[in-house]
């Protein structure tokens, strides 16, 4: 296998209502990966609609025109197939895997889904799943320990009034105050073929998904007038730290550290995503070596750093720790602090950059070795980027960062001046 780009064909078509169509053949296994990305997540809800995108990630399970509700679920897994979804700030994408025999089931469903979920929605439904969501916040925010931080991390990040200020879990109040004729306002103005991206990869010729695409979506009609996303891109330093500390039900104390970077996409976000690689990455990188195996600061299977990959505006790179026994919460924030600012002063060494290549390279070709990861990457580059070739870049973009690039990265914007700090403290510690 090549060491970076894309070694399948890609062909595209877009229908007369716009849905865009991407396929890439691969006959290795009898299999083929189906993925609708809409162009719509939180960063599109308008203020009191916030966590509508992903309710709606729900809602399109409970039934369509000709499906009744739990029905997709029962047809895709009766075939062999599996299923699911997700909804993050910059999209909600729905995808299947089955074997090659069912694509034409998987295209049924979805289309079904996309122009006909409106009239099958009841008030019933709509409660069932609000409670479900507020659920989920519920367990997997509230009720947790540290569970909260993301949605703490996103208004310190993000001004109020950016698209990104808030998490696409949404407020409760939002969920409850909305009504069905709003939900299904939601769904006609954002699930629509001229906003969404059909991807297969897998054991199908381009030709019989582009026909069997236009059979079930393209009496579909396009919406048109689809808004536009607020812009995210330009957010205007404080020259200031942004601080939070939080008193909780945590076993012990924890730090994040944020700072936004570049959008995800661009050559900048390229070389954020290798220096927190070489941050935080394993037992190899920075912030283990000094905090968790060096001044024994920080659990070692509780220390880290990644990047997050938000593609329309400048995207964070956090990096956290978790205090051992007899550590104060003031030391461990100092260390990681220190940590990152030493990525501008103490050069990145050829070591270094080798195993956070090395690191970024295997977990490329994880995604790749599977139809339903390629069908991810390509839906999302078509989306994202308007063209879905372009996912052979991405590796090739972390191969060639330098040293001496991710130094000016950590100089510019890994700064104390900009930094966001997150801190979790035990509650017996007040």
Do not use: C
Not at 87 to 106: I, K, M, S
Not at 357 to 367: E, F, G, I, P, Y
Not at 368 to 387: C, E, H, I, K, N
Request: hydrophobic share 40%; net charge negative; no cysteine.
């Amino acid at each position: 296998m090549p060491d970076s780009g894309y070694p399948w064909p890609i062909e595209t078509t877009r229908l007369d209502n716009g849905l865009r169509v991407v396929v890439s053949e691969d006959r290795t296994a009898p299999a083929v990966a189906v993925n609708l990305w809409y162009d719509v997540g939180s960063r599109h809800e308008p203020t009191g609609q916030t966590g509508f995108a992903h309710l709606f990630e729900h809602l399109m399970f409970e039934g369509s025109v000709n499906v009744a509700k739990t029905e997709h679920m029962k047809l895709i897994q009766g075939a062999g197939g599996s299923l699911n979804a997700t909804t993050n700030p910059d999209r909600t994408n729905y995808f299947e895997t089955v074997p090659a025999e069912h694509l034409e089931l998987a295209l049924w469903l979805e289309a079904d889904r996309m122009g006909g979920l409106v009239p099958a929605l009841t008030q019933e439904t709509l409660d069932n799943q609000r409670d479900v969501v507020k659920n989920e916040r519920r367990q997997r925010y509230e009720n947790v320990p540290y569970g909260d931080a993301w949605l703490r991390l996103l208004p310190l990040l993000y001004p109020p009034g950016h698209p990104y200020h808030h998490a696409t879990i949404g407020s409760m109040a939002d969920l409850n105050a909305a009504d069905l004729a709003t939900f299904q306002a939601f769904h006609q103005t954002y699930y629509a073929p001229d906003n969404a991206v059909l991807t297969v990869v897998g054991d199908a010729t381009a030709a019989e998904v582009f026909t069997l695409a236009q059979r079930y979506f393209g009496a579909i009609p396009a919406r048109g007038d689809i808004p536009a996303a607020p812009d995210g891109h330009t957010v205007a330093g404080t020259g200031r730290p942004a601080v939070e500390t939080v008193t909780a039900d945590v076993p012990a104390a924890r730090v994040y550290v944020a700072h936004r970077t570049h959008p995800f996409g661009s050559t900048g976000y390229d070389v954020a995503t290798v220096a927190a690689t070489v941050l935080g990455s394993g037992r190899g990188s920075r912030l283990y070596q000094r905090l968790a195996d060096g001044e024994r600061l920080a659990q070692p299977d509780l220390v880290g750093a990644y990047g997050v990959d938000l593609a329309h505006a400048p995207a964070p790179v956090i990096a956290t720790a978790t205090a051992r026994p007899g550590v104060s919460a003031d030391q461990l924030a100092a260390g990681v602090a220190e940590v990152v600012d030493e990525l501008a002063t103490v050069p990145v060494t050829a070591a270094e950059l080798d195993r956070a290549k090395a690191l970024l390279s295997t977990a490329w070709w994880r995604q790749m070795s599977t139809v339903d990861g390629r069908a991810d990457a390509l839906g999302r580059y078509a989306t994202q980027f308007g063209d879905p070739a372009r996912t052979a870049d991405r590796l090739p973009g972390w191969l060639s960062v330098t040293a001496g690039q991710i130094a000016e990265l950590a100089a510019d914007l890994l700064t104390p001046a900009d930094r966001v700090t997150l801190t979790y403290l035990p509650e017996e510690t007040r």
